[in-house]
């Protein structure tokens, strides 16, 4: 293997200048990947998700070796471990979006799901956002934490980190990115509201599958 898909390193290069567009992934913070039949295309280290291009994408096998493009994303372990815990999943967006962050950082009424069902959109995007708990980034430590995921997992928060979430294809888990950040806003300005309402556990289940 001596270079990325081009159709598939065009789409994620593509979506990741998306989600800076977006301000989703401030200075060079934010990493995503794709599964592939040989191992992951991932973004790399050090390059803002805005400036990326099909010819940045690192290529790395099915055990995480580096086969080709520039050095990958030091969260790339985490990434891998996702992909082990959940098969099903195709894609990975990682990103250090405002509100996220914000919610990461504050002690949970319930670790199971940090972001109440404010809206049908949220719940049928993400489900249940579990809250893990901190490790230092890029460390054997936070890829660990991957193995505490449900199987329905959609999403989650990394303490005092940021968002990961996972999709069959890269276009699902941006979209879930997405709603995690408008959720944590809407979490945060309800936060000083009393009588807050959030649907019912009835109605949350009729949105599951």
């Not at 990103?95 to 962050?101: E, I, K, N, P, Q």
Request: charged share 15%; with cysteine; hydrophobic share 40%.
């Amino acid at each position: 293997m001596t270079a990325p898909p081009a159709n598939t390193a065009d789409a994620l290069a593509a979506a990741c200048r998306d989600l800076a567009a977006l301000g989703l992934s401030p200075g060079s913070s934010g990493n995503a990947s794709v599964r592939t039949a040989d191992g992951i295309l991932t973004t790399p280290t050090g390059l803002p998700l805005s400036a990326l291009t099909a010819q940045d994408i690192s290529v790395l096998d099915s055990s995480g070796r580096h086969r080709a493009g520039p050095p990958p994303t030091k969260e790339a372990p985490l990434h891998l471990r996702i992909y082990a815990r959940l098969p099903h999943h195709g894609a990975v967006v990682h990103l250090h979006s405002t509100h996220a962050v914000a919610v990461a950082c504050l002690e949970p009424a319930e670790h199971a799901s940090v972001l109440p069902p404010y809206t049908p959109y949220g719940v049928m995007r993400l489900g249940a956002v579990p809250l893990l708990p901190y490790a230092p980034p890029g460390s054997e430590r936070l890829a660990a934490l991957a193995d505490r995921l449900s199987p329905d997992t959609h999403a989650c928060l990394l303490a005092q980190h940021g968002s990961m979430t996972m999709g069959a294809d890269l276009g699902t888990a941006i979209q879930a990115a997405v709603e995690v950040e408008e959720t944590a806003r809407i979490h945060l300005l309800l936060a000083q509201h009393r009588g807050v309402r959030t649907l019912s556990p009835d109605e949350y289940a009729a949105l599951r599958p």
